[in-house]
Structures are given as structure tokens and as C-alpha cells.
């Protein structure tokens, strides 16, 4: 069996390296592209293998999205509930913009639909480590 992914102008190949290796060829003889070797990184994953094993994580990813959004130096909390909260009068507020609020709101889609343990707490390290 042999597997191509295709996003934009990346393409990923997988399966049995005789037939890999006879794709490159003919993509090579039809397309002008470079082989770059082993995945590392894909659409927001990363990747490394190991004898065999494949594993895959989001770690930079997440890093991307705190510094994207101003959220770098921001602490971890267990909980997404703001304690002692005090009623705050919304013209205290600036708004935020609508194409950057969608834009977090898409990547964090994105995260959570393409991690599928990320709110587990015992999971959290192989996660965001």
C-alpha cells in the first residue's frame, strides 16, 4: 500500500519504501520538486520516528498560537474559571477584532480537533511538552 497527502504544495509519502521510493520517481520525472527525507513537521504537527514507532505532537503548534495572540508570558490555570472575579463595566473594555477573534477561535478548532487528549490533565505534559 501507498499513501500521498497532498495540502498546497507539500506532499507527504507513505508505506513500503520499494514503492515510495519508484512514486519519487515518477512524480520527479513529471513535477520539478525536492525530496526533503523524513517528515518532521506537517500541518501543525510534529512528527519523529523511532525504530518503527512514529509519534506525533503539537508543542510548537501551541507555542505558536500563545505568541500569535499576545498570550507568551501567560500562567497555566486548572481551571478556565476566573476566581474572586469582580463585575467589570464593559466600556472598560476595548473590543477586539472580529477577523483576530476568528482567527484564534479557527486555530484553537484546529488544536483541539487534531489533539484528541488535550484536556486531560494527566496528558497535559506529552501535550505541551
Known amino acids: 500500500m501507498l499513501i ?3 495540502y498546497v504544495d507539500d506532499l507527504f509519502i507513505t508505506g513500503a519504501t520499494s514503492l515510495i ?7 520527479a520525472s513529471e513535477f520539478d520538486m525536492k525530496d526533503i527525507g523524513l517528515m518532521h513537521y506537517f500541518l501543525g504537527l510534529e512528527v519523529w520516528q523511532e525504530d518503527g514507532h512514529i509519534f ?9 498560537i500563545l505568541s500569535r495572540f499576545y498570550m507568551g508570558d501567560c500562567k497555566p490555570m486548572t ?23 476568528r482567527q484564534l477561535i479557527g486555530s484553537l478548532m484546529y488544536l483541539v480537533n487534531t489533539t484528541r487528549d488535550l484536556l486531560c490533565s494527566e496528558h497535559s505534559q506529552s501535550v505541551y511538552g
Do not use: E
Open 4 to 6: 500521498l497527502v497532498l
Open 56 to 64: 506525533l505532537g503539537q508543542g510548537k503548534y501551541i507555542v505558536d
Open 21 to 27: 521510493d519508484g512514486c519519487k520517481r515518477d512524480l
Open 79 to 101: 481551571t478556565a474559571m476566573i476566581i474572586n472575579w469582580k463585575k467589570l463595566h464593559a466600556s472598560d473594555f476595548r473590543l477586539m477584532s472580529p477577523t483576530l477573534y
